[in-house]
Antibody, heavy 115, light 107 residues
């Protein structure tokens, strides 16, 4: 059974960058696609991005397209989310999960964008 | 983009009640739909996948049905621990979309 551990969230100012990581263990990470989902305070769940098992295909929500980049290093069993030009509205708990029906989730990491 | 319209947005019911939550997709998604439960401060938990398949370990009072555009999550006998927010998710096409959520409270 795969376990996921997200990290990297912190307080940043608008316009800054941040990289989130999601370390996988317990299964063959390179065999499955991965997802980032976020949950902003007082709002519902929002799908952010997917990446294929090889990393060759990526997909983004319109709200983050052009600012966020999903990637993975299968040799390190790690998923990443590079977030640039952060906005106040990007404030959320960010979860990594196994794509695509999201059967396994990491515990979440909190990103706060505030001046 | 596929829109997922979930209803109701909130509800209150008594222990033992039968609860039904619906999600309607703006276009057909076959059975590429999952249901999640989330309590405050906790990680979302998948209850149902492929529209009607019960996730291992989830109580049998939870069930899902539907295909195409109309889907239902049913709790056959509401329990106190079922107080939570429930979301549907379509993963038929990109961008993936969640329903707006249904907050279920216990009377």
């Amino acid at each position: 059974e795969v376990q996921l551990l997200a990290s990297g969230g912190r307080l940043v100012q608008p316009g800054e960058s941040l990289r989130l990581s999601c370390a996988a263990s317990g299964s063959t990470f390179s065999s499955f696609a991965m997802t980032w989902v976020r949950h902003a305070p007082g709002k519902g769940l929002e799908w952010v991005s997917d990446i294929s098992d090889s990393g060759g295909s990526t997909y983004y929500a319109d709200s983050v397209k052009g600012r966020f980049t999903i990637s993975r290093d299968n040799s390190k069993n790690t998923l990443y989310l590079q977030m640039n030009s952060l906005r106040v509205e990007d404030t959320a708990v960010y979860y990594c999960a196994r794509c695509c029906a999201l059967d396994v989730w990491g515990q979440g990491t909190t990103v706060t964008v505030s001046s | 983009d596929i829109q997922m319209t979930q209803s109701p947005s909130a509800m209150s019911a008594s222990v033992g009640d039968r609860v039904t939550i619906t999600c309607r997709a703006s276009q057909g998604i076959s059975t590429s739909l999952a249901w999640f439960q989330q309590t405050p401060g906790k990680v979302p938990k998948r209850l149902i996948y492929a529209a009607s398949r019960l996730q291992s370990g989830v109580p049998s009072r939870f069930s899902g049905s539907g295909s195409g555009t109309d889907f239902t999550l049913t709790i056959s006998s509401l329990q106190p621990e079922d107080s939570a927010t429930y979301y549907c998710l379509q993963h038929s096409s990109y961008p993936r979309t969640f329903g707006q959520g249904t907050k279920v409270e216990i009377k």
